[in-house]
């Protein structure tokens, strides 16, 4: 084989293994999505077993949280009147956040704000009430299988 087919060769097998590439950057540029994992941000039919610590110190405590038909829940938090909440996503390649926001008794709020990346999820969640101070949480969780 001569010098000229043989680089020839190689420019084609170049060409053909970049061009995949070539087309997911291009659909990433039409639609700012990436061309693969573009369900990756749907966390409906996902439980998650955490564990929750208050910031400042205080017991940390195993809870569930799930997300079903749209909305966040935990059973933690029913006891104290919280009732599930919308959650909104918004994705990379590599990791989804999600928001929520419950409402309790006695007008108190409790705002999630996390990341699932894979199997895990890392979020912080804060407890809000009128005329006092409000509490923070992290919560560390992994997918219940």
Not at 10 to 22: E, H, K, Q, R
Not at 110 to 135: H, K, M, N, R, S
Request: glycine share 8%.
């Amino acid at each position: 084989m001569s010098r000229f087919h043989y680089l020839l060769a190689v420019a084609l097998c170049s060409a053909i293994v970049a061009l995949p590439a070539t087309n997911a950057i291009a659909k990433k540029k039409e639609t700012g999505r990436p061309l693969e994992k573009e369900h990756h941000c749907k966390h409906d039919g996902l439980t998650f077993r955490c564990e929750l610590s208050q910031l400042n110190g205080g017991r940390a405590q195993t809870i569930d949280l799930f997300f079903a038909s749209g909305k966040l829940n935990t059973t933690a938090f029913a006891q104290h009147g919280f009732q599930s909440a919308s959650y909104k996503s918004t994705g990379t390649d590599w990791s989804c956040g999600f928001q929520a926001q419950m409402k309790g008794d006695n007008k108190k709020v409790l705002t999630w704000t996390g990341t699932v990346q894979g199997d895990a999820l890392e979020a912080a969640a804060t407890l809000a009430a009128p005329g006092q101070a409000a509490e923070t949480y992290t919560v560390e969780c992994e997918l219940k299988k």
